[in-house]
């Protein structure tokens, strides 16, 4: 019977169980995030030799006209090492780790989850999922809001895959904010594009500036990609203590110089 036991356990029948239970479940990206782990023992005996859990999300790859919807992880982190799970018995003990600066902001459709797991050998490794609701780290919400003083609303939040850009932060994929100009900037930006780079420093970004097209030069130029205009820069945690309005003016001045 214990060998049947065994049996089953090893396809995740009768298998030992982990729940990960957050103390919150919205946090600003690169925020520390706690809570308890509790793994249920089964119906046998099983060696575990970690629990890890990877902070994950999804992005949107095109290729050949095909889009799809891709699960990545952000990070991983191991909660505990080799232990030895006796069966029916109940193991609960707490956890903590530091999200990425660089984990995805939940705005548009971009989901973020913890997914818990127990690496077993030789069986199925039993996995749990909570949903996090991630805010941008509080660099770029800086930026934010003074994309917001310069009247720009946001259309669109998507995570796309940008391997030759998000390389410099270990990722296959990069997180886009697409702005529309509702005033100032009205009628000489179709839209401006922006990908956040926080680190515990400042943000960098990388901006897109796409000129609205004017007379036969601008419909050209319009057409073959010329009005596009890719800008980086840099906000130090100095330049962003002064506040939004301050990005804003240097964010103003800058786009101003590619009309």
């Known amino acids: 019977m214990s060998m049947f036991k065994r049996m089953l356990a090893s396809v995740g029948i009768g298998a030992a169980q982990v729940d990960l239970m957050l103390h919150q479940d919205t946090v600003n990206a690169g925020e520390m995030i ?3 782990v509790r793994i249920q023992g089964g119906r046998v005996d099983q060696q575990i030799s970690d629990v890890y859990a990877f902070v994950m999300t999804r ?4 290729q050949n006209d095909t889009k799809t919807l891709i699960e990545a992880p952000v990070a991983k982190f191991q909660l505990t ?3 030895t ?3 029916e018995q109940v193991y609960e003990f707490p956890v903590s780790f530091q999200l990425p600066n660089n984990t995805p902001a939940t705005l548009g459709r971009t989901p973020v989850w913890i997914q818990t797991g127990l690496d ?3 069986a199925i490794d039993p996995k749990d999922q909570d949903q ?3 805010r941008p780290h509080p660099y770029s919400e800086v930026v934010l809001e003074a994309v917001n003083e310069l009247g720009f609303r946001l259309r669109e939040v998507t995570c796309e895959y940008a391997p030759a850009i998000g390389r410099e932060i270990g990722l296959p994929f990069v997180q886009e904010f697409e702005f529309v100009p509702t005033m100032q900037f009205r009628g000489q930006l179709d839209e401006l594009e922006i990908i956040f780079f926080p680190d515990e420093d400042g943000v960098d970004l990388l901006l897109q500036i796409d000129r609205k097209a004017r007379g036969l030069a601008g419909i050209f130029a319009e057409a073959t990609g010329t009005d596009e205009k890719l800008v980086r820069v840099r ?3 100095n330049q962003l203590d002064s506040g939004a309005s301050y990005v804003a003016d240097e964010l103003a001045e800058l786009i101003r110089r590619y009309l």
């Open 132 to 134: 996090l609701q991630v």
């Open 34 to 36: 706690s809570g308890v």
């Open 235 to 237: 906000f130090d945690r």
């Open 59 to 62: 992005y949107l790859k095109e």
């Open 81 to 83: 090492g080799e232990l």
């Open 85 to 87: 799970v006796q069966a």
């Open 120 to 122: 077993i050998k030789e």
